[in-house]
């Protein structure tokens, strides 16, 4: 994959497909400003990336809330850092799980701040930036849950589809400009080789994988995508 000179931010980087997608990032030379709500695992991730040579800085960033976004941004300007990759993958999915109408309406309201919300306020401060450079590339996390839609997550389904229809009409707008705009739905990712039954390639996926995709979109290889939503997800047995 190329990437010239790129620094890329990404969200929710302290583990999972954040950290995978950091940890491939920074083995193509790319330079990293990961943020994460959790400030002791993102200190491990930004201590682990450095250690392996890696140009990385973290950023504590709670992405529901607009005055750590605004901060983030304005630490970019003073210490002009100009990021060409945007990667939204923080997010929620495992709480107030269950039937729709014995879920808790404040869970909905956190779940679309943090899922949807933090990631359209973030998108919104760091793509002015790309527009005028006439370079970016955007990748945001969904899910396919999104696509089909889940028993049991109904709220979190329509966040997902939320980011997909996002993603897809934001990338009309800014495509033309040099800023291609996809999105990621993984589905059965996590650690191990295990089988739940949900694939039909018997195993569910890693981190890795997913990663490798993100990070393909992210590259200067793949400047003739954009308004795509791509699954990651062993050929999913709708569910």
């Known amino acids: 994959m190329k990437f010239n000179n790129r620094c890329a931010l990404i969200t929710g980087a302290a583990a999972g497909i954040g950290l995978a997608t950091a940890r491939n990032l920074a083995a193509n030379g790319v330079k990293l400003v990961l943020t994460d709500v959790n400030s002791d695992g993102l200190d491990k991730a930004v201590a682990?990336?450095?250690?392996?040579?890696?140009?990385?800085?973290?950023?504590?960033l709670d992405v529901s809330s607009d005055e750590d976004i605004d901060r983030l941004?304005?630490?970019?300007?003073?210490?002009?850092?100009k990021i060409d990759i945007l990667i939204n993958n923080a997010g929620i999915w495992r709480d107030n799980t269950g039937n729709f109408w014995e879920t808790d309406p404040k869970s909905w309201i956190r779940r679309w701040r943090i899922n949807v919300y933090g990631l359209m306020y973030l998108t919104r401060a760091i793509l002015p930036g790309m527009i005028e450079r006439r370079y970016g590339r955007i990748v945001n996390v969904a899910s396919v849950a999104?696509?089909?839609?889940?028993?049991g997550m109904t709220d979190y389904s329509a966040t997902k589809g939320a980011v997909i229809a996002f993603t897809k009409s934001l990338a009309k707008e800014t495509t033309g400009y040099g800023v291609t705009v996809n999105s990621v739905s993984?589905?059965?990712?996590?650690?191990?080789?295990?089988?739940?039954?949900?694939?039909?390639?018997?195993?569910i996926g890693s981190y890795a994988e997913c990663a490798e995709l993100i990070c393909f979109l992210t590259s200067d290889n793949a400047s003739w995508c954009s308004g795509q939503d791509y699954r990651a997800d062993g050929c999913r047995k709708k569910m």
Request: cysteine-free; glycine content about 22%.
């Open 48 to 60: 682990e990336l450095r250690e392996s040579g890696a140009d990385a800085v973290g950023f504590v």
């Open 73 to 81: 941004a304005a630490g970019l300007e003073e210490n002009d850092i």
């Open 146 to 151: 999104g696509i089909y839609g889940i028993s």
């Open 186 to 203: 993984p589905g059965n990712i996590g650690d191990g080789e295990y089988d739940n039954g949900l694939s039909y390639a018997g195993r």
